[in-house]
């Protein structure tokens, strides 16, 4: 393990082990990547396989500047230097047209390529020493919530790996946002930690996937291929009651009882006593809320909970990608009060 207090020596040894094809726990800003060297097809092909991910869900790449975009994309938008310009490093992932030495291993067939440039120093240092993209989908088992620091991501991990980094717990919490600039206009595939908002005021018009606010039926296709399947699910059946704090509250702790979890906000966990709960921060502070719901959900697994209940912000800033995560793992299963 190499730890958060790192030195050049420890980069080279994280580098060599993305150079030699193998797979490389590695911190981000948003969550704990699975990466390796996204020009590697037998690399590329070990990523899904300690996974368990359908072969149908392309990866992203990760990139220490912009300027990597013109190694792996063509016809580049304006767009997409905007966007680089304000958001990168950032927690931002945006779909390009690919060059063709971006292999069908890295997009599933697609002809086109998620690009990142992550935030984390630490990330952003070992990538550029190993001089390759990285390619580097969310670090826990398929189907599992993200994991937000080392321990979650051994949890799913351990032994499947070459190593892992440790860059301390996620500042942002949940995946970056994805926003496809191939469509006109461009499009939201996945709210993250750059906002709609902030998407909008940077290139005027931005449409939302449909993928991102209700199921998908099985035979519909969204154009973020991950976006359809049943994610972040903890074992039991999660439910996410939606309105005033104080009204989605008082809803659950009447239909809650023992053998239920729950996860609300700091202000009401008195009100659950039978209940096993998670609180995932103070009902005003979406940004606290973003960074604690994936472990929310993981832990309600190491318990005997039949069926969970959740509070849930409204929409706006990072509200909306809070409530995108918890609605997948409710299946969009929903009580608006
Ligand atoms: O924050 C993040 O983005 C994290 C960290 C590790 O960087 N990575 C991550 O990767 O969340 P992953 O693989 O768990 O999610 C990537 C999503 C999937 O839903 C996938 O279908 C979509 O991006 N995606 C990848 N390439 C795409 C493409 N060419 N077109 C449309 N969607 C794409
Ligand atoms: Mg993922």
Known sequence: MITERYT??????????LRRGGLLGIPTETVYGLGADGLNEDAVRRIFAAKGRPQDNPLILHIPEASWLERYCADIPAAAWVLAERFWPGPLTMILRRKPLVSDAVTAGLDTVGMRCPAHRLCRAIIAAADVPVAAPSGNTSGRPSPTNVADMLEDMDGKIDAIVDGGPCQVGVESTII????KPPRLLRPGGITLEELRDALGAVEVDQA????MGKDEHPRAPGMKYRHYAPKAPVTVVRGDPAESAAYISSHAGEGSGVICFDEYAELFGVCIVETIGPAADKGEQARRVF??????DSTGVKEI?????DEEGIGLAVNNRLNKAAGFHIVDV
């Not at 050049?8 to 082990?17: F, G, I, K, R, S």
């Not at 991102?212 to 199921?215: A, E, H, S």
């Not at 209940?309 to 912000?313: A, G, L, T, V």
């Open 8 to 17: 050049a020596a420890d980069v080279e040894a994280a580098a060599a082990v």
């Open 180 to 183: 496809d600039l191939t469509a």
């Open 212 to 215: 991102v606010t209700r199921l």
């Open 295 to 300: 472990d929310a959900l993981r832990r309600f």
């Open 309 to 313: 209940w959740s509070q849930c912000p």
